[in-house]
């Protein structure tokens, strides 16, 4: 619950729980005794600033719902009568749906998710049961964007890049577009917030770019090119 701070462990862990590995670790109070520990249900975390998502690899492997914060009083003790009232109801429905869905052996369309295509499957099978199969498309085909806006969003790189393309559009227009080397990108940075790239140099760009590559060439269109000796040239532009 409300995971804003970065944790170094996190995104590895996360990473590791999706694609059904495991962390092998000492079991307390022994010497030479491991015990490997393996996630048996999904994880869920919340957060109003998830940094962790700027792992490039991490955010490939997550599931996003954006939601707006909740207005007005609320109360622990009528949610928790109102939980009851409809638990028994809940939950006969979601094991009449899931009993539709496994049933369902009709095709489903593809590419709906990179990384967990089976899930993509039974989520549009689960549709198919609920009578909204169009709407779970869309709203799969949204969520894969939307794992990429978030990367970009969290790192301190991918959000410049986001703003600069942004005001270039703003103020130039040409869709936005930016163009240069890591040289001339590092220079462009420091010259406008030194203290959060003073460190930074072409090679640790060149680097950070290249590990959010994927989730660049979705959000800003990004697109590189060899120049003379080899340095490579990099242009972005703004969301549609």
């Keep these: 619950d409300n995971a804003d701070s970065y944790l170094k462990w996190l995104p590895d862990t996360l990473s590791s729980a999706a694609t059904g590995g495991s962390s092998v670790k000492r079991r307390l109070y022994t010497n030479d005794e491991n ?3 393996k ?3 999904w994880l869920i975390i919340t957060s109003a600033n998830p940094s962790y998502a700027s792992d490039a690899g991490l955010a490939d492997r997550l599931l996003v ?3 707006n914060r909740r207005t007005g009083q609320t109360s622990d003790e009528g949610l928790s009568k109102e939980i009851a009232a409809n638990r028994d109801a809940g939950l006969s429905f979601i094991a009449h749906t899931l009993s539709k869905a496994l049933a369902d052996t009709a095709p489903t369309p593809e590419g709906l998710n990179s990384r967990h295509p089976d899930f993509a499957s039974l989520a549009v099978r689960i549709g198919r049961a609920l009578g909204q199969e169009k709407s779970i498309i869309s709203a799969l085909k949204a969520a894969e964007e939307d794992k990429s806006i978030i990367c970009v969003e969290n790192d301190s790189i991918g959000t410049a890049l986001l703003a600069m393309a942004n005001e270039q559009a703003d103020t130039v227009g040409n869709n936005g577009e930016i163009s ?3 040289s001339e990108f590092v220079t462009f940075l420091q010259s406008h917030d030194y203290k959060s790239f003073e460190k930074l ?3 640790r760009f ?3 770019v290249s590990n959010l590559w994927m989730h660049l060439e979705k959000v800003l269109k ?3 090119k060899t120049l003379h000796g080899g340095v490579l040239n990099y242009t972005f532009a703004a969301p549609d």
């Design 180 to 182: 240069g080397t890591a």
């Design 39 to 41: 996630a048996h249900s």
């Design 206 to 208: 060149s680097n950070r």
């Design 222 to 224: 990004a697109t590189k």
């Design 35 to 37: 015990v490997d520990l």
């Design 65 to 67: 719902i954006r939601m």
């Design 201 to 203: 140099t072409p090679r």
